[in-house]
């Protein structure tokens, strides 16, 4: 199954994709519009025939609901309308703190940062979810 896997933020979204049981970064988009994000977003999952969308869903630490996982929400509201793919939410806790290691032990440079890290988080999402599926079976 083809999947993407989504890091949505205000300024900036990860993308990542899969076609297996491993994640990859596929790139950062710099936030415009929502019609163009998610215009953006439905090409690549019309491209790349993804049957399933997997968003971070960013809950405080406790398990409560962040401030931004309304924003994610009312954003893959409007993805809904524009593709054909399931959307799941997954927990996405400490994968910016994961993203951070990565880059870090990686020795990237603070100018790559910026979008990398999105991207990043993106993989760290969808291959989280993709081993909790591993696990299931």
């Known amino acids: 199954m083809n999947r993407l896997g989504l890091d949505i933020g205000k300024a900036r979204i990860?993308?990542?994709?899969?076609?297996?049981i491993l994640a990859s970064n596929l790139e950062?988009?710099?936030c415009?519009?929502?019609?163009?994000?998610?215009?953006?977003?439905?090409?690549?999952?019309?491209?790349?025939?993804?049957?399933?969308i997997v968003v971070g869903y960013p809950l405080n630490m406790d398990?409560?609901?962040s401030e931004m996982?309304?924003?994610?929400e009312k954003f893959c509201d409007m993805l809904k309308t524009k593709v054909t793919a399931k959307i799941v939410f997954v927990d996405e806790r400490l994968s910016s703190i994961s993203?951070?290691?990565?880059m870090h032990s990686s020795n990237v440079?603070?100018?790559?940062?910026?979008?990398?890290?999105d991207q990043i988080a993106a993989t760290v999402i969808l291959q989280t979810y993709l081993d909790s599926q591993k696990?299931?079976?």
Do not use: M, P, R
Not at 109 to 117: D, F, Y
């Open 14 to 20: 990860g993308i990542a994709k899969s076609y297996s």
């Open 28 to 30: 950062t988009l710099f």
């Open 32 to 52: 415009k519009t929502w019609t163009k994000d998610t215009n953006h977003i439905a090409e690549i999952a019309k491209k790349e025939d993804i049957q399933e």
């Open 63 to 65: 398990g409560t609901k």
């Open 69 to 72: 996982c309304e924003y994610v």
């Open 99 to 102: 993203a951070e290691h990565i």
């Open 109 to 117: 440079k603070t100018k790559q940062k910026k979008g990398l890290i």
């Open 135 to 137: 696990e299931s079976l």
